[in-house]
C-alpha cells in the first residue's frame, strides 16, 4: 500500500522486522525509540527483553547486544572522533546513559540535585540531544523529564548538571510533559526544539537555553519526538496515529498514515486487532530514517508494531 504525497510518498511494509517469535515479544511492551548508525543498521530495542536489536533496512535481525537498561524509551547515534555511540533515556529506572554499540556503559548522567526531586517530585527521562562537536557544537547535553517533573535539563560534556528550562521562560507556557528534544540544524543557527505534548504545541530555544517561539498550534495535536529528512522535518503524533511533515520554516506539508480517534479507541493502545489497519497508524512512537530517506517506525503497544515506509 501507498501513502503520502507530493514528496513524501513512501510504500508501507507492515511487520518490517523481523523479530524472532516468542513468549516475551508477544507480551512485552514496546515503547522505545529507534536510530541508525552509519552503515544503516536500524537500531531499537526489544520489547520484552533488555537487548538492543541491529536490523539491516530489509528488516532482516543482524544481532542482538545485551544492555543493562530497563527500557530504551528514545535512542540516539552520536560521533565521537569518529566512533559511535548510542545515548539511552531509561524512563522506568530514571537513567541516561551512552552506550558503545556492543552495550557497554561508558557514561551515565546523574539526576541533577534540585529541590523539585528533594521534596518528592519524579524523574522519568523521556529524551535527550547533543550538541555534537562534529557540528562544532559545545557537546552539551539536554535531556528531557518529560513523564517526572516535566522539567529540560542541561548538562556539560563532561556530564555535569549546568542548568534547566522549564518553559516558564517565554510567552508558550510552562511544559506539560515535554516529550521529546532535538538539535534543529536546518537554518541559519541551530536552534533547540522540545515536543511539549501536553500544550500541543513544539517549544523553540536557542543552545544557550533562551526561548525563541513556539509552533503548532492548530495542526500539532500530541508531538512527541523528531526526525529530519532533507530540509524537512517529521514529527511523531502517537496519540494522534500519524506522522506530520512540516518543512524547513516549520509549516505543514502533510500527515502520513492519519487515522484520526484512535486514541479513543476502548484499550489504546491496545486496541482489537481490526481496528489494527495497515495504512494507517496506531500509535507510532520511535522512529527513524536511513540515507535513501525511508523511515522506520516503532508502535507503542503490547508485542509491538514495526513499519517500514519505503520511498518511492
Known amino acids: ?4 504525497e507530493g514528496a513524501f510518498k513512501y510504500e508501507w511494509i507492515e511487520g518490517w522486522a523481523q523479530i524472532p517469535e516468542t513468549e516475551s515479544a508477544r507480551n512485552g511492551w514496546s515503547h522505545t525509540g529507534m536510530v541508525t548508525t552509519r552503515d544503516q543498521s536500524i537500531v531499537t530495542l526489544h520489547q520484552g527483553e533488555p537487548q538492543l536489536l541491529y536490523f539491516n533496512t530489509e528488516g532482516e535481525l543482524l544481532r542482538s547486544v545485551a544492555v543493562d537498561i530497563d527500557n530504551a524509551h528514545d535512542l540516539l547515534l552520536v560521533e565521537d572522533d569518529g566512533v559511535e555511540h548510542l545515548w539511552i533515556a531509561d524512563n522506568l529506572s530514571g537513567r541516561v546513559v551512552k552506550i558503545e554499540l556492543n552495550g557497554r556503559i561508558v557514561m551515565s548522567l546523574d539526576r541533577p540535585d534540585l529541590d ?37 535539563h542541561r548538562y556539560a ?12 521562560e517565554g510567552t508558550a507556557g510552562t511544559f506539560e510533559n515535554p516529550h521529546g528534544v532535538s538539535i534543529d540544524r536546518r537554518g541559519s543557527e541551530p536552534e533547540l526544539l522540545v515536543a511539549d505534548r501536553g500544550n500541543s504545541q513544539v517549544q523553540v530555544y536557542d543552545l544557550d537555553g533562551a ?57 489504546y493502545p491496545n486496541v482489537a486487532p481490526e481496528h489494527v489497519k495497515i495504512g494507517k497508524f496506531n500509535s507510532p512512537h520511535g522512529i527513524t530514517a536511513d540515507s535513501n530517506g525511508s523511515l522506520y517506525v516503532r508502535e507503542w503497544m503490547v508485542g509491538g508494531r514495526t513499519i517500514k515506509l519505503a520511498s518511492v
Request: aromatic share 12%; with cysteine; proline share 4%.
Open 211 to 267: 526561548f525563541k517561539r513556539a509552533f503548532g498550534s492548530g495542526f500539532l495535536y500530541r508531538p512527541c519526538c523528531f526526525v529530519e529528512l532533507g530540509d524537512s522535518l517529521i514529527i511523531v503524533e502517537h496519540r494522534a496515529g500519524r506522522l506530520t511533515v512540516l518543512d524547513s520554516a516549520n509549516r505543514l506539508i502533510c500527515y502520513l498514515g492519519e487515522n484520526p480517534g484512535v486514541e479513543n479507541l476502548p484499550n
Open 1 to 4: 500500500m501507498r501513502i503520502g
Open 116 to 152: 523539585v526531586y528533594r521534596k518528592g517530585g519524579t524523574y522519568s527521562p523521556t529524551s535527550m540531544t547533543v550538541d555534537e562537536d562534529r557540528f562544532g557544537g559545545s557537546g552539551d547535553i539536554w535531556v528531557t523529564d518529560g513523564y517526572g517533573s516535566y522539567i529540560v
Open 157 to 168: 560534556a563532561g556530564g555535569e548538571y549546568a542548568g534547566s528550562i522549564t518553559g516558564e
